[in-house]
């Protein structure tokens, strides 16, 4: 049986395997649109929010991987991204690793506690610098 998260923030249902823990993450903290440029040779921040349910100090940051194909943090670190008292979890990725394509919507972040249970989140995003047909 599939699992499917309820995200009341950005007005959308999340559907995951089985097996995950469904976190919150925030793709350009701060920003909205979460806007991507696929020609930037830079990084992109994404944030894991503790939340009620998920208390974002358990990952295992090394462990943390992002868009389609999987790209490693380059750097990651706890701090209070959403300014809400708690600690959160913020990782650093090379944009040109994520594997993310001129028209995605979506970018899905994957990774483990630092006990072994799998966790995955995802957030919209909209791509720029793509070449107009």
Not at 23 to 42: A, M, Q, W
Not at 50 to 73: C, L, M, Q, Y
């Amino acid at each position: 049986d599939n699992v499917y998260v309820c995200d009341a923030r950005n007005n959308r249902i999340q559907k995951f395997a089985p097996g995950y823990i469904s976190v919150t993450i925030d793709i350009k903290p701060g920003s909205d649109p979460n806007s991507i440029n696929l020609k930037s040779r830079g990084v992109i921040p994404v944030a894991i929010l503790t939340t009620d349910a998920f208390d974002a100090i358990n990952v295992d940051g090394s462990t943390v991987r992002f868009g389609p194909d999987e790209a490693e943090p380059v750097h990651y670190a706890l701090e209070d991204v959403d300014l809400d008292g708690d600690l959160d979890m913020i990782l650093q990725f090379r944009i040109q690793e994520t594997g993310i394509e001129c028209g995605d919507t979506e970018a899905i972040l994957a990774g483990e506690t630092g006990d072994g249970r799998k966790i995955k989140g995802a957030d919209s995003i909209r791509t720029v610098g793509c070449k107009e047909m």
